[in-house]
């Protein structure tokens, strides 16, 4: 028997005894919270395709659940991870024919609200803060720093833009524009998504919405960027009556890595791999401390 006609059977199944024992509908939530990126550290957890992905597949799978909701408090991250994981929203929105509702919490910002577009309708806080519809690369210039401390840099590459941007060398503006087109193409896909998935619902100039700005959850709802304000509980309730259940489907972690919270730091018995594992950890908590910070939390 093939996965679609199971699949037909199960519905027909789980309809008939939603109506004879009158269970109340369901609306699976899946939180997306923190920094998007494909990495992670001991110090902190990163939204990623890979570690969203089984939890979304859960959802969707969820008996009764008549759509799937979203709550999104991120700052943002990489581009890539968040279309990935908006790309397979949609996807299994399609093929379950399942809504999804994205729901912003402190922050729905840059990747975050990538992510966010992928839903049908789109709510916030009024005080969320909600937009940076842009991209963004910073970092350090020390280009003085080793002639101070008398150490000589040396670098050897193949390729005569392989060693771009190079913190320690003086800045190249052939290197910025290079940069700038990247950011660009990047930017332009953002405003695409964005412009596919909220259309007419927008109620301002690209110039504006497109600025890299963020706004209140408050002035989102006057921009277009989001349908509504309210919580989880509150829409969803409307939407589908005071028994509606919203069980949480979380990404699940491995027996060992559920001991221990810095995951794979405990797992190894070499101290100088533990030391590097921490430092890592230390430099990514201050990179998150920063995303977070541009916000004001």
């Given at each position: 028997?093939?996965?679609?006609?199971?699949s037909k059977k199960t519905n027909v199944l789980s309809r008939f005894l939603e109506k004879?024992?009158?269970?109340?509908?369901?609306?699976?939530?899946?939180?997306?919270?923190?920094?998007?990126?494909?990495g992670g550290g001991p110090l902190r957890q990163s939204i990623s395709?890979?570690?969203?992905?089984?939890?979304?597949?859960?959802?969707?799978?969820?008996?009764?659940?008549?759509?799937?909701?979203?709550?999104?408090?991120?700052?943002?991250?990489?581009?890539?991870?968040?279309?990935?994981?908006a790309q397979r929203l949609r996807e299994l929105s399609e093929e379950k024919n399942l809504?999804?509702?994205?729901?912003?919490?402190?922050?729905a910002a840059s990747g975050g609200y990538w992510i966010a577009c992928a839903a049908d309708e789109v709510y916030a806080h009024e005080n969320s803060v909600v937009g940076s519809i842009g991209v963004v690369s910073a970092g350090f210039g020390f280009p003085g720093?080793?002639?101070?401390?008398?150490v000589e840099r040396r670098v050897h590459a193949s390729g005569e833009r392989k060693a771009m941007l190079d913190p320690f060398r003086p800045e190249d503006p052939e290197d910025v524009k290079h940069l700038e087109a990247l950011q660009e193409d990047v930017h332009e896909s953002f405003k695409s998504i964005v412009r596919e998935r909220r259309g007419e619902r927008l109620k301002a100039s690209e110039d504006k919405l497109f600025s890299g700005a963020f706004w209140t959850g408050k002035t989102s709802l006057e921009l277009g960027l989001v349908d509504g304000l309210g919580t989880?509980?509150?829409?969803?309730?409307?939407r589908f009556g005071d028994r509606v259940?919203?069980?949480?489907?979380?990404?699940?972690?491995?027996w060992l890595r559920r001991r221990l919270p810095f995951g794979t730091l405990g797992d190894s018995q070499d101290a100088p791999a533990r030391a590097t594992a921490w430092a890592s950890g230390v430099i990514s908590a201050l990179e998150e401390r920063a995303l977070w910070g541009r916000y004001g939390l």
């Open positions: 028997m093939s996965a679609s006609v199971m004879a024992f009158k269970l109340p509908p369901v609306v699976p939530l899946v939180r997306v919270g923190g920094v998007i990126g494909g395709a890979r570690s969203l992905y089984p939890a979304l597949e859960r959802a969707f799978k969820l008996p009764r659940a008549k759509a799937v909701a979203i709550v999104v408090n991120s700052p943002g991250g990489s581009p890539v991870q968040a279309a990935l994981i809504p999804v509702y994205a729901f912003c919490e402190d922050v720093l080793l002639d101070k401390l008398g989880p509980r509150e829409v969803l309730r409307k259940k919203t069980p949480q489907v979380e990404a699940q972690r491995g």
